[in-house]
């Protein structure tokens, strides 16, 4: 299967893990292209800053990776999820891609509100 990788740049560590499991799994895996931030990010300060362009055309680059992807798999450490990767998950969705998450769905089982499916199943 084809995968992105999505979620926060501040979680480079868990994004190369994914990267690894899943690609020892068989699959074929498009994460971000570089891990950078916008100079008014905050909590990201180890991080290359990238200027607005770079940002979109960076962005962009990633939902073409998503529609040349089967699914995604959202890099959601503790929950979190910014804007951007909300935006990505929605994409992901109106493409009609299927939606992992790293973090186990903890709700009654059959009520998850998008039949996603914990990213564990795919390793």
Known sequence: ??????????????????????????????????????????????????????KITLDLVHLDKIINSDAIVVIDVEGYTGFSTKREIQWARMQNKKVFWITPWVGKPGTHPFDDVWAGTLV
């Not at 979680?11 to 699959?27: C, P, R, S």
């Not at 300060?45 to 990238?50: A, D, G, K, Y």
């Open 1 to 54: 299967m084809r995968v992105t990788l999505c979620g926060s740049t501040r979680f480079k560590e868990q994004f190369e893990e994914w990267n690894h499991k899943l690609a020892l799994a068989g699959h074929t895996v498009y994460s971000l292209s570089m891990f950078a931030r916008e100079a008014s990010d905050v909590g990201k300060e180890s991080l290359h800053t990238i200027n607005e362009q770079e």
